[in-house]
């Protein structure tokens, strides 16, 4: 009896979800055969977020040979493209590893270390999502999106904090990333004539480079990298900063002693 | 006997009856022809006139009435009045016109004399028009009529404006004359002045409302022009008195004045003038010449003149405005003579150690002269300045708050920061010496080898009055539990008891989580002892262990972390006679507490060693020892002569080890090396030859105190005594290193205690947070915080919110 009563569950359980009679079991069983509690159960735990769900399925069907071709052409295995991979899409488009563009590709990706994997499903829907199916859908994107870093200081911050993650070793994430590479990108970031969203005195860019060499600071901390910019944004130039620097405020320590390092020296 | 009176219809009648009263009541200076002049004022004749008036107005309103029946009802109720309100006032203006002034009389003493008669006829007269007050005039004014008033206020006002409005200025003249020749000193009449100022207060009547008596009169009249002539007076007064007086005279002086102002002329004035008065004065007595008074301040603190500071204090509390300055030059000063004595101090030790450097022709003056004050001249010349400045806080000031507190900044300054403290050239991140001086000063007062007349009047008392103000408390925590270690494991402390009291003392002034490696110190020696007792019962009840075998012991189980020991593995072999104490002592250590690792400091321990190698028939010599010096004379009962390589063979100890124990020996003569010198000790073929029979004056003899383990370091040096030095630095630089590390270890865990239960907050509330709970163990530097905030985000305990300003606590 009992037996029966449990099979017409597992039928049930099946009608809904068209899941494996073994899953059905599992989940009803978990539940003590209550059908209404081991179908939330399986919803929540097998499909996520379900709208998640949703979408993975619907865009399944939808995605472009082109697209997915274009996947085949940088993929390894089968299922993921890695940084060989990546690197000949950047070149394929015309960039550089080191070209601000590229960050703002692996923003779309959401690559968000340069050691992380970029799995199919991933790519396709994001690039999807920015109506790429082509390396050449891609440059025309990057190209508006270039323009868009070159004028929109919002999105400017958003790549330059993006970046942080990106450059960061995949074995010390979330740490810190070495002085002499956050200096090139600095200078990346810093130094690029045609960035009109973002103004930066050259001078205490400089001087925070020089700073940076004499004291010997080794590495650089996602706080720091995020407040670097605010702190040029903030203050123009070395008069600002003698009028209005204020070492009360939530600066991080080290911009405390560059601004006693530029005191030291001198400079103000 | 009466006469007959008047027709009560028959104005002129009236007016003509009672006009001779009247100028009885008030007084009238021109004899009038008539016959009833010479008489007083009698009853019989007030009546008379009070019934003449009375009939007067009750007749006149009821025969209104019936002349005029045809007129409305409203007539039949009128008062009549208004005929005779107009003749007395007409008398008035003419009966006050005509005063007459004596020639020898100033217009003042005219003024108060008729004023004194006038206002008593004044209330006489408004009885007898008592019946006309209380019917017509009140009418009158309740119609709006506000030019009627009662009789009384109507002579008042006629005096007003015929007597006073047209010689106000005159009359003020002379009184301020007369108040300003009693400044200077001399002797008027005050009576006429009294009242000549209580007619002004008189004279302010509101027309509106006649109840209310307002000051109008009085304080435009008198009060301004008197305030202001004050002024002008002592502006000009004291100026004067300050080029030929002292600024300390002048202080006193201006005493005398404000009293005299507020006590004795408040005969004259107005209460009303009482606080103008008193703002005027302070103004010109004291707010002009502040900068004297403060530039006096400090002469006067430096005379230490109770007297003469307590009356500067009291002039310059009058005007409350002014205190916050002077509390702030308070500060100042006793911060600047605190530093002041401390570098006195400081000079004083320089010159006596020139004078003995010149005699012993030692150059020793390249030596930190600070670390030869004695901790406690220097603990004691703090206190003696702060309770100097205590005295003059509670007597002159009579503790203000606003003194108390700037005493205690001061203090805080100059206990924390001085020459001697922080010397000048000291990096910024230095703390202060203060703690560790006072550190000493504990040492000194509770170990029982200290000298009578150091140990003198020392006390806990004043251990604490420094404790309060030092803002490095764990840098004396630190200091004190280092010695308190010596103490405890040296048995130096002069008593349980006394230890105690001060841990109690730190403890109830502090916190529980302060003291509490101290205390858990504490135990670990009580602990110990019951332990020894114990081990000794377990060896006396064991017959078959013979006490030959086990030497007596005292064994310290100290708890690894409280303890400012660090263990270093040592190379060493335990000697053979220990051995089997050592295996018995931790068998039951372990049997009582199973699972603790025990781990040997041997390089702290000690031995007393009797010696038999006096002159034959001598008491043997008693040597207090190190465990290493132990090991090494042990093998002496073997023989006589051992090299460097077989000692360190039997002892496995380092080269540096032997050489230290060495040291003390052949300095008392008790081993002979050969070849001699400080390099030869270090060679392996080196040979020691025990003195036997060894010849000492002393029988007790302590040979630990004399190791010295820096004795090679000194030796690569080359320098033997300009390197003296050295070691301490880097002890002292070690310890600022552990010192950091855990303020930095403090911080943070007060970061992630405050924000756990913020979950979000404010850059500046964080580290206000972070100062408020520091502030009983160190003052936290900004830089610390942010550096502790900086470590805390790297460990993802923190994020920084995206307004850039407040951080948030991620689980």
Not at chain 1, 234 to 247: A, C, G, I, R, T
Not at chain 2, 643 to 657: F, M, P, R
């Amino acid at each position: 009896m009992v037996k029966s009563m449990e099979e017409e569950a597992i039928v049930h359980f099946i009608g809904f979800t068209q899941c494996e009679p073994a899953m059905a079991r599992k989940y009803l069983s978990k539940n003590r055969w209550n059908i209404n509690y081991a179908l939330n159960d399986f919803y929540d735990s097998e499909l996520g977020g379900f709208t998640k769900e949703h979408e993975r399925s619907n865009r399944r069907a939808v995605y472009p040979k082109e697209l997915v071709q274009l996947f085949r052409d940088y993929c390894s295995e089968d299922t993921y493209i890695d940084f060989q991979g990546m690197i000949k899409l950047i070149k394929d488009c015309g960039l550089a590893i080191e070209d601000l563009a590229t960050i703002c590709l692996a923003h779309i990706l959401h690559w968000e270390n340069l050691q992380d994997k970029i799995y199919r499903d991933d790519f396709l829907q994001y690039l999807f999502e920015q109506g790429c199916c082509t390396v050449n859908d891609i440059k025309v994107v990057l190209k508006d999106l270039n323009e868009k870093l070159n004028t929109d200081p919002t999105y400017f911050t958003t790549i330059y904090n993006f970046s942080f993650g990106l450059i960061l070793d995949d074995d010390t994430r979330n740490q810190s990333i070495d002085m002499d590479i956050a200096i090139e990108y600095w200078k990346l970031f810093f130094l690029n004539e045609s960035i009109q969203s973002v103004e930066i005195s050259n001078e205490l860019l400089s001087l925070w480079f020089q700073f940076l060499a004499d004291e010997r600071k080794k590495q650089v901390s996602k706080d720091i990298w995020q407040m670097i910019l605010e702190f040029f944004r903030k203050f123009k130039d070395l008069e600002s900063l003698k009028e209005s620097y204020d070492e009360n405020d939530p600066w991080p320590f080290v911009i405390d002693e560059f601004y006693e390092y530029l005191q030291d020296t001198g400079k103000l | 006997m009466t006469e007959m009176l008047p027709r009560s219809h028959d104005l002129d009648a009236t007016w003509n009856f009672i006009e001779p009263g009247i100028n009885q009541i008030l007084g009238s200076e021109t004899k009038l022809n008539n016959k009833r002049v010479n008489k007083i004022l009698s009853p019989t004749m007030y009546m008379e006139i009070y019934t003449a008036i009375y009939n007067y107005c009750v007749n006149k309103s009821r025969s209104s009435g019936q002349f005029n029946s045809d007129s409305s009802n409203e007539q039949n109720s009128i008062l009549v009045g208004s005929e005779i309100y107009e003749r007395l006032k007409r008398y008035l203006k003419n009966y006050i016109s005509n005063f007459k002034r004596f020639d020898n009389e100033s217009f003042l003493q005219f003024h108060v004399r008729h004023w004194r008669r006038f206002t008593v006829g004044a209330v006489f007269l408004n009885h007898t028009f008592d019946y006309m007050n209380r019917y017509w005039v009140q009418k009158e004014r309740s119609d709006g009529k506000r030019h009627i008033f009662d009789v009384y206020t109507l002579c008042l006002m006629t005096w007003k404006e015929v007597m006073f409005d047209p010689n106000s200025d005159i009359l003020i003249n002379e009184i301020l004359e007369q108040i300003t020749l009693e400044r200077d000193g001399n002797i008027i009449n005050k009576s006429d002045i009294i009242t000549a100022i209580k007619s002004f207060v008189a004279l302010g009547i509101d027309p509106q409302d006649l109840k209310k008596l307002n000051l109008n009169v009085y304080i435009q009249v008198f009060e301004k022009p008197f305030l202001k002539r004050t002024e002008e007076y002592y502006v000009e007064y004291s100026q004067n008195y300050l080029v030929t007086h002292s600024v300390t005279d002048y202080i006193f002086e201006a005493h005398r004045i404000i009293s005299r102002e507020e006590k004795s002329m408040s005969l004259y004035w107005d209460d009303h003038t009482r606080k103008p008065l008193s703002e005027a004065l302070n103004a010109v007595l004291i707010r002009n010449h502040i900068d004297k008074l403060e530039q006096d301040f400090v002469t006067l603190l430096d005379s230490r003149t109770n007297v003469k500071i307590s009356a500067l204090y009291n002039l310059i509390q009058r005007d409350f405005t002014l205190l916050p300055k002077l509390a702030k030059a308070f500060e100042e000063y006793v911060k600047i003579t605190g530093e002041n004595e401390v570098s006195k101090l400081l000079a004083t030790q320089k010159e006596l150690l020139m004078k003995e450097s010149t005699n012993g022709s030692n150059n020793k003056l390249h030596l930190n002269i600070s670390s030869h004050v004695s901790p406690k001249d220097y603990i004691k010349k703090l206190l003696e300045v702060y309770e100097i400045f205590r005295l003059i806080t509670n007597e002159c000031f009579i503790n203000d708050p606003l003194f108390t507190k700037a005493l205690d900044n001061a203090c805080r300054s100059y206990i924390n920061n001085n020459e001697l403290a922080l010397p000048a050239g000291s990096p910024k991140s230095a703390t202060s010496k203060t703690s560790e001086m006072l550190a000493k000063y504990s040492d000194q007062l509770l170990k029982r080898l200290t000298k009578q007349e150091i140990s003198n009047n020392m006390s806990i008392d004043d251990i604490m009055m420094i404790f309060k103000f030092l803002t490095d408390k764990d840098v004396f925590e630190s200091h004190y539990r280092r010695l308190f270690a010596k103490r405890l494991i040296h048995g130096t402390s002069t008593s349980d008891e006394d230890e105690e009291a001060v841990i109690q003392r730190l403890q109830s002034e502090n916190s529980m989580e302060y003291t509490g490696k101290i205390t858990k110190m504490f135990q670990d020696v009580r602990l110990s002892k019951v332990l020894e007792t114990e081990y000794d019962q377990m060896i006396k009840k064991n017959i078959g262990l013979r006490r030959e075998k086990f030497p007596e012991l005292q064994p310290f189980i100290l708890a690894e972390n409280m303890w400012p020991f660090s263990y270093q593995a040592v190379e060493y072999n335990l000697p053979e006679e220990l051995r089997l104490s050592h295996e018995k002592l931790e068998t039951v250590y372990t049997n009582k507490h199973n699972g603790r690792i025990l781990k040997w400091l041997w390089p702290l321990c000690r031995a007393e060693l009797r010696a038999n190698i006096g002159k034959p028939g001598k008491a043997p010599f008693n040597f207090t020892v190190t465990l290493f010096q132990l090991s090494i004379l042990l093998q002496f009962n073997n023989k006589d002569v051992l090299t460097l390589e077989e000692i360190q063979e039997s002892t496995n100890l380092s080269i540096q080890n032997i050489a230290a124990a060495m040291v003390p020996f052949i300095k008392f003569k008790l081993v002979q090396q050969t070849p001699p010198g400080l390099e030869a000790l270090v060679k392996q073929d080196t040979k020691f030859t025990i003195a036997n029979p060894y010849k000492a004056l002393k029988t007790n003899i302590n040979f630990a105190s004399g190791v010295k383990n820096d004795i090679l370091s000194s030796l690569n040096a080359k320098i033997q005594d300009t390197n003296y030095n050295a070691p301490n630095d880097i002890e002292a630089e070690k310890l600022e290193k552990e010192l950091n590390t855990e303020r930095q270890i403090f911080l943070e865990a007060c970061i992630v205690r405050i924000m756990k239960s913020k979950r979000k907050l404010p850059h500046t509330m964080l580290v206000n947070e972070c100062i408020s709970q520091s502030h009983k163990r160190f003052h936290a530097k900004i830089s610390m915080i942010k550096r502790a905030i900086d470590n805390v985000i790297q460990k993802n305990y923190l994020q920084r919110c995206d307004d850039g300003e407040s951080y948030e606590y991620l689980a």
